[in-house]
């Protein structure tokens, strides 16, 4: 699988451990960011728009408020 619409060199996220479990991130030409397995370069790569993005990274670091949070309850 080509890294189709893929800006720039894939970097290992900061996030990564150092166990082997890493992904890699990339910029995306749809003004976002692609994630795939450091493992599998030429597998399957997952793409999020910006603020996709954002909310991902906030989910996956503890950083993005409850849903019941966000809806005034």
Request: hydrophobic fraction near 35%; charged fraction near 20%.
């Amino acid at each position: 699988m080509t890294s189709y619409g893929v800006l720039g060199r894939w970097h290992r996220s900061s996030y990564s451990a150092g166990n082997g479990n890493c992904v890699e991130v990339a910029r995306w030409v749809r003004a976002g960011r692609a994630v795939r397995d450091s493992k599998d370069a030429a597998g399957p790569m997952v793409t999020f728009r910006e603020t996709g993005w954002t909310a991902f990274i906030e989910w996956t670091t503890g950083t993005r408020p409850p849903l019941s949070a966000r809806r005034g309850a």
